[in-house]
């Protein structure tokens, strides 16, 4: 896959502005502080007290953000507008937690509140954005999407979906966008250092009845590894990767739809493209 190329976008005279969400820690808080030292106006998000004034400490402009809760989008929308005079240049779309378990072992309520915060969250601040960028003539929708809404691995069913669900969605509006000036981009990561896993151990614990599972030894494994701390494969990239795909899909002229990153990320794709589907099937299950 081609290297991304440098902007080609001259700087402009007044600050882009971007809201930057799921901004506590791994991606987003890189991509946010990035960001701002490149010369943006950053209105981040995030849900805890402390990492609200941990990036307000850092000069950004920061707001509480809870995807499942509407109130909070329309106050957080409402807020960064009367900031910036009604205009808006790019939304990146991040915040999201993973509910891991087997597709059998999940209860419906859980899958119910993963699309509330990865799905229907992201499409009610979408909305609410697209009419301020049509108004102007121009803005970049960019979504952190996964490596898992191209290709499933078994026990993230309902993050999985999900993202196949954003993956949809968005790639539809890209379509009906064409020739507005606003342009959809999906970003792609394979495996990035971040606290998405230890996070998503909550949710695990709360909604997943383990013990009495089929597939208990492999949660047991799965545990054990967390515990310690998580993988600790080479394989994983630093939140830099997405950073760079992010700043080319704001900055081209020419932004792309998909953005895949990350080497095992880009291996997966392949494999999806040449691999005979019960083949790669059985490799994925192998490889969770």
């Not at 701390?229 to 704001?250: D, F, I, M, Q, W």
Request: proline share 5%.
């Amino acid at each position: 896959m081609a290297t991304l190329g440098q902007p080609t976008i001259p700087p402009a005279k007044a600050l882009r502005t971007i809201i930057v969400t799921g901004a506590s820690s791994g991606i987003g808080a890189y991509c946010a502080r990035a960001l701002k030292m490149e010369g943006w106006r950053v209105f981040a998000t995030a849900r805890k007290p402390a990492d609200i004034a941990a990036l307000e400490a850092d000069g950004i402009e920061t707001f509480y953000l809870d995807y499942r809760e509407p109130q909070s989008i329309e106050a957080l929308v409402t807020s960064v507008l009367e900031r910036t005079g009604g205009r808006l240049d790019a939304l990146f779309n991040n915040g999201a937690y993973a509910q891991a378990g087997a597709v059998e072992d999940l209860p419906v309520a859980a899958l119910r509140e993963q699309f509330e915060a990865n799905v229907f969250g992201w499409h009610d601040l979408t909305r609410r954005i697209v009419p301020v960028m049509r108004r102007q003539g121009h803005g970049r929708l960019v979504h952190c999407s996964s490596i898992l809404g191209l290709t499933p691995v078994r026990f993230r069913g309902a993050y999985s979906a999900s993202k196949h669900a954003i993956e949809g969605l968005m790639l539809c509006m890209q379509q009906e966008l064409q020739g507005s000036g606003i342009h959809v981009s999906l970003i792609e990561p394979g495996p990035v250092r971040s606290k998405i896993a230890s996070n998503g151990l909550f949710w695990f614990l709360k909604n997943i009845d383990h013990e009495n599972s089929v597939h208990r030894l492999d949660y047991e494994a799965q545990l054990e590894r967390l515990q310690a701390g998580g993988s600790k494969s080479r394989l994983k990239s630093g939140p830099e990767v997405v950073h760079a795909a992010l700043r080319h899909a704001l900055l081209s002229r020419r932004p792309r739809p998909h953005y895949v990153v990350t080497v095992p990320a880009r291996i997966g794709v392949i494999l999806k493209r040449i691999l005979p589907a019960s083949v790669l099937y059985r490799l994925l299950a192998r490889s969770a």
